[in-house]
């Protein structure tokens, strides 16, 4: 995510945490089975410093926070929040968070996974992209512990999503239009689902054909990213006073305008706002673009483990 508005956003005040305490990480699950089924969440906003810095990725947790709690019926000591004002948004830390997010996961859970921050890109050894690329998302530590890579993610959070386990991830990001490594991606231009794995080449040892892993066990994970692998997303104060993520502030949006939407019309209205922003009349957007080459687009895309109609399934956290 590259920033484009100036808003100095900062306080001496230190911030009090979004966690109820103590945190949901530390609470102890109950053992599968012995609970009802309950909604969680996983927040992050990582902010970086100096050049890195993004200024609003505290408000997009902030937002998201409130959205849960007050439009899907989800309890504050079930939703954790990671941000570099508590120190929490390490490489270490939120490998362990995502691990909590679907721990003994059961039917009936609704677990929320949301990201904003920095994306990259690198060239794929393992053969098992389309695109020949692997995504990323940074931590704070990134320069010194690494990023945390979709092959990654999609074991962590996407693997272990037991039967009539649902999983949305809204990731707000450069390059993260495939970032949980699932295996269809929507075709928004042709009204269809296309696929997203890769058939591996073998090696002396494997069998022919060998198919990359994408899937869960059983469950249903949904991905809606802010733009396509190759694009680059913005933090900007474009759409408000505050700086927010682009795609995260006009999902909320949305989602307290229209409850009850279908996926397809809540991509349709994501796509039809960013595709204002791409066009139009910001000054600092048109100087991105220019100095990007045009991959300042932001095209959002919905992702899923398995395919349905989207205009049908209304969206529901």
């Not at 999503?161 to 042709?190: F, M, P, W």
């Not at 913005?234 to 279908?262: C, E, H, M, Q, W």
Request: proline residues 4%.
């Amino acid at each position: 995510m590259v920033k484009i508005s100036n808003d100095p956003m900062t306080s001496r005040k230190k911030p009090e945490s979004l966690n109820k305490m103590p945190s949901p990480s530390e609470i102890r699950r109950s053992s599968p089975g012995t609970r009802t089924a309950t909604k969680r969440a996983l927040l992050i906003g990582v902010t970086y410093k100096r050049k890195y810095m993004l200024k609003g990725t505290i408000n997009d947790v902030k937002s998201m926070r409130e959205l849960l709690i007050n439009n899907f019926g989800f309890k504050e000591e079930n939703i954790l929040v990671l941000t570099d004002l508590q120190m929490d948004t390490t490489r270490k830390k939120i490998r362990e968070s995502m691990e909590w997010l679907v721990k003994d996961c059961q039917a009936g859970d609704s677990l929320v996974f949301s990201f904003s921050g920095h994306g990259l890109r690198k060239p794929d050894f393992e053969g098992d992209e389309r695109d020949g690329f692997d995504e990323y998302i940074c931590p704070v530590d990134f320069l010194t512990e690494g990023m945390i890579s979709d092959n990654e993610i999609n074991s962590l959070i996407v693997w272990p999503l037991k039967k009539d386990v649902i999983l949305h991830a809204i990731v707000d990001a450069c390059h993260s239009g495939t970032v949980l490594d699932l295996e269809h991606v929507y075709n928004r231009e042709q009204w269809k689902w296309e696929d997203n794995v890769r058939f591996m080449i073998p090696s002396d040892n494997s069998p022919p054909s060998v198919k990359a892993r994408k899937h869960t066990d059983g469950g249903l994970a949904i991905s809606i990213s802010v733009c396509l692998d190759h694009e680059i997303a913005a933090d900007t104060s474009a759409f408000t006073k505050t700086v927010n993520g682009a795609l995260t502030y006009r999902l909320i949006y949305i989602l307290k305008k229209y409850p009850g939407i279908t996926y397809g019309d809540l991509l349709d209205l994501i796509h039809e706002e960013l595709s204002k922003f791409n066009k139009g009349g910001f000054l600092l957007a048109k100087v991105l673009r220019k100095i990007f080459k045009n991959q300042l687009l932001q095209t959002p895309q919905i992702s899923s483990s398995e395919q349905f109609d989207v205009y049908k399934k209304h969206f529901l956290f």
